[in-house]
């Protein structure tokens, strides 16, 4: 019984992780990690700062693991991640604009 669930596991692990690396899973790979990166700024940057704080960093991992696993999304035909990431970068994209607009305006008082 054993036996056969490792042998059943190894099959699983085969078919997914092996047998379907191409290109395209290296990217989807990639992007999750650029992805997943924006989490680790935000973690550091909190850290540092002894309360919760969203960096620019963040919003620009964000776009990059976005655009990439939308990509990807759009690659696999998967309408789910394909919706998810499409609104998702809608949202990204609105926080560096208010984040440049707020800084241009600091700048025009400040000159």
Do not use: C
């Not at 693991?65 to 309408?79: E, M, N, Q, T, W």
């Amino acid at each position: 019984m054993e036996g056969d669930f490792i042998s059943q596991a190894q099959a699983w692990f085969q078919a997914v992780f092996i047998d379907q690396l191409d290109v395209w899973i290296i990217l989807g790979f990639v992007a999750q990690a650029m992805f997943m990166m924006r989490f680790v700024v935000q973690w550091i940057a909190s850290e540092r700062a002894g309360r919760s704080i969203v960096p620019v960093a963040f919003w620009f991992f964000s776009i990059g693991g976005g655009v990439l696993l939308l990509i990807y999304a759009i690659i696999r035909k998967d309408p789910v991640f394909i919706a998810g990431q499409g609104l998702g970068l809608l949202i990204y994209f609105r926080n560096l604009w208010f984040i440049f607009k707020e800084h241009s305006a600091k700048n025009e008082t400040a000159g």
